[in-house]
C-alpha cells in the first residue's frame, strides 16, 4: 500500500510511524509512506500557509493554494488513473471505527491531508476530500496525530504486517467484546499472583475462564458492544448471571 500524508509537520510522523511493527511493514516493502510538507508548494515569498479567517473570528486556516498544489503533485506520482481515496481528518467527520479501517486498507493507494490551526479552507474540503473522519469529541492541536491514528490501525490490517502471532489477537477483537485480562511471568509478583486456572493446562477451562471474564468486563465498561457481539447460550447464561449478581 501506498500512503501519501500532506502535512505542515512531516516531523510530527517521525516518532509513532518509525518503530515497531510499522518501521517493520515499510521494510518489508508492505507498506510505503511518503510525507509531503505543504509549505514547499506556497507562492507566497513568504512561505505563508496560512492566513486569517474571513467574517473575522480568532485563529488562522490554511490557505487553499499550497495544499491544492501540492496534492496535485503529489497525486501525479500516484499509479490509479481514478482520483485517489483521499481523507481529511476533522472533528466535524465521520466517526473513526474498525470497520472503516478493515475497508480503507484494501485501498492500493491513500491520501491524507492535515489540517492544522483552525483548518483548511472549505474549498479544500469541498473539491479535494473524499472521508472527512474524526477519532474522537476532543480538542486537539492539529489533525496530524489522528492521521497517525488511522495509518496505524490500516496497517496491522495489510496481510503480512503482523506476524502470526499478532495476527491471532486479530481474532479476538473480532469477537466484538473487550478483552480478558493478561498475565505473564512471574507468576508471583510481590504477593500479586495469577489466577490459577491459567496454569491448569486444560485449555478448554482457560478459554471458558477467559470468554467469561471478556463478557463480565465488557458489560461493566462497554455494555453497548454486548448489543452487538455474537452471543452464545452459554454467553446470555453468563451475562444473567452477571446481572443478577449486581
Ligand atoms: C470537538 C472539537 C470542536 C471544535 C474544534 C476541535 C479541534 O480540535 N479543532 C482543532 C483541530 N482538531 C482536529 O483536527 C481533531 C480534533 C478531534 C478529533 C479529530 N479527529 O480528526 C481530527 C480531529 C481541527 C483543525 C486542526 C486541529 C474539536
Not at 47 to 60: I, L, N, Q, R
Not at 65 to 83: A, G, M, V, W
Not at 91 to 118: D, N, R, S, W
Request: net charge negative; glycine share 6%.
Amino acid at each position: 500500500m501506498i500512503i501519501k500524508v500532506l502535512t505542515l509537520f512531516p516531523e510530527m510522523f517521525q516518532g509513532p510511524l518509525n518503530v515497531s511493527i510499522i518501521k517493520n511493514a515499510q521494510e518489508k516493502g508492505l507498506l510505503d509512506i511518503e510525507y509531503i510538507n505543504i509549505r514547499d508548494f506556497t507562492d507566497s515569498k513568504h512561505k505563508k500557509v496560512d492566513d486569517y479567517p474571513y467574517g473575522g473570528g480568532a485563529g488562522m486556516v490554511m490557505t487553499p493554494q499550497p495544499i491544492f498544489d501540492c496534492y496535485e503533485s503529489t497525486i501525479k506520482t500516484l499509479h490509479s488513473s481514478s482520483k485517489p481515496r483521499t481523507i481529511y481528518c476533522s472533528p466535524k467527520g465521520k466517526t473513526f471505527h474498525q470497520e472503516m479501517a478493515i475497508e480503507m486498507a484494501k485501498e492500493k493507494e491513500l491520501v491524507f491531508i492535515c489540517g492544522h490551526y483552525e483548518g483548511v479552507d472549505q474549498r479544500v474540503i469541498d473539491e479535494l476530500i473524499t472521508d472527512e473522519i474524526s477519532i474522537g469529541d476532543f480538542v486537539l492541536t492539529g489533525g496530524e496525530l489522528p492521521v497517525a491514528v488511522i495509518i496505524d490501525t490500516i496497517a496491522r490490517l495489510i496481510p503480512g504486517v503482523l506476524g502470526q502471532q499478532e495476527s491471532f489477537q486479530e481474532e479476538s477483537f473480532y469477537s466484538g467484546l473487550l478483552e480478558y485480562p493478561h498475565y505473564t511471568r512471574p507468576q508471583n509478583f510481590r504477593g500479586l499472583t495469577v489466577p490459577s486456572v491459567l496454569f491448569s493446562g486444560n485449555h478448554k477451562e482457560i478459554e471458558k475462564w477467559r470468554r467469561k471474564k471478556s463478557l463480565e468486563i465488557t458489560l461493566h465498561r462497554r455494555p453497548d458492544l454486548i448489543e452487538k457481539a455474537e452471543l452464545t447460550e452459554e454467553d446470555k447464561k453468563n451475562i444473567n448471571a452477571f446481572k443478577n449478581h449486581c
